[in-house]
């Protein structure tokens, strides 16, 4: 029976920090610290006065603000916008993007995902890439109303105007909300023929206090913990002792998800209304 064992946790505040340009870099997730195959994770901090130069190269990066500097902005395809907690950039291959901050530090994400092969991408164009924050990304429900998402990155997600939120499957990214009381049902994710190894599966908190469950066994995590879940490890979080903030990660987009709770909303999430009493619309996740 698999244990919490299976999985790599790391607390990420205290994870050996390197000295770079912009500020300190600290290798959260790779294949040499968890056996990621698609995801490379670091957790940067850009020090006030300096700024973070990302070339994205044959990759995909995926830059995410975890907290608002007093002063910044994000530069992206000649453009500037606020640089606040929530705000980030996704990078196809080829691009590239600027954060600076003045006044004090701020924390960010930055996952380097390889270029996915045409099998995975399913017929998607694998672009282009875009700038996003919270006012420009879509909430998501789950139906026991215990949980809240905003997609950054996922290809199955409709803006209002029905547009994909993005038009590649390299990468499946969030933030997550969970209520006080609120969990995930109990369950796996396993590999496609188009991605047979399975997805880099991660969890990233923020704030407030969780519990990873897995088997009969579970840990509590705090903000700044990492999980990784290998492909086929059954598991489930829960929010402890209050609310839950955490961003969560799956690379490539290619993937089963088997329930083995016996929850009845199962993973059925719904779009957050766009007018008050309008009847829900539930996400179609193929």
Same mark, same amino acid.
């Given at each position: 029976m698999a244990t919490i064992r299976d999985v790599s946790i790391i607390d990420t505040n *205290?994870?050996?920090?390197?000295?770079?340009?912009?500020?300190? /870099?600290?290798?959260?997730?790779?294949?040499?610290?968890?056996?990621?195959?698609?995801?490379?994770?670091?957790?940067? *901090?850009? /020090?006030?006065?300096?700024?973070?130069?990302?070339?994205?190269?044959?990759?995909?990066?995926?830059?995410?603000?975890?907290?608002?500097?007093?002063?910044?902005?994000?530069?992206?395809?000649?453009?500037?916008?606020a640089a606040e907690e929530g705000a980030g950039v996704l990078l196809v291959p080829g691009e590239s993007a600027r954060i600076e901050v003045s006044g004090s530090s701020a924390d960010l994400l930055h996952m380097v995902v390889p270029n996915p092969p045409a099998?995975? /991408?399913?017929?998607?164009? #694998?672009?282009?890439?875009?700038?996003?924050?919270?006012?420009?990304?879509? #909430?998501?429900?789950?139906?026991?109303?215990?949980?809240?998402?905003?997609?950054?990155?996922?290809?199955?997600?409709?803006?209002?105007?029905?547009?994909?939120? *993005?038009?590649?499957?390299?990468?499946?990214?969030? /933030?997550?909300?969970?209520?006080?009381?609120?969990?995930?049902?109990?369950?796996?994710? *396993?590999?496609?023929?188009?991605?047979?190894?399975g997805a880099a599966h991660v969890y990233m908190t923020f704030k407030g206090r969780g519990k990873v469950e897995v088997g009969d066994t579970a840990q509590e995590i705090e903000p700044g913990t990492l999980v990784f879940f290998p492909p086929g490890v059954p598991h489930r979080l829960r929010a402890h002792g209050g609310p839950l903030d955490y961003f969560e990660i799956q690379a490539w987009r290619s993937f089963k998800t088997k329930i083995l709770s016996e929850e009845a909303q199962g993973l059925k999430w719904f779009y957050e209304p766009e007018k008050p009493g309008a009847a829900p619309v539930e996400w179609n996740q193929s």
């Open positions: *205290t994870a050996t920090a390197r000295q770079v340009p912009s500020g300190l /870099e600290r290798l959260v997730c790779g294949p040499e610290l968890t056996g990621s195959k698609n995801l490379t994770v670091y957790r940067r *901090t850009i /020090e006030a006065g300096k700024q973070l130069e990302v070339q994205s190269g044959a990759d995909y990066h995926l830059l995410y603000l975890m907290q608002t500097p007093k002063q910044g902005t994000v530069e992206y395809k000649g453009k500037s916008h099998a995975v /991408e399913d017929g998607l164009p #694998g672009g282009p890439g875009y700038f996003f924050n919270r006012k420009t990304l879509r #909430g998501l429900s789950d139906a026991s109303g215990g949980r809240v998402r905003r997609f950054c990155a996922e290809s199955a997600v409709r803006l209002l105007d029905g547009s994909r939120l *993005t038009s590649t499957n390299a990468i499946q990214a969030g /933030e997550m909300h969970y209520h006080d009381g609120g969990s995930s049902p109990y369950h796996l994710h *396993t590999g496609t023929p188009a991605n047979p190894d």
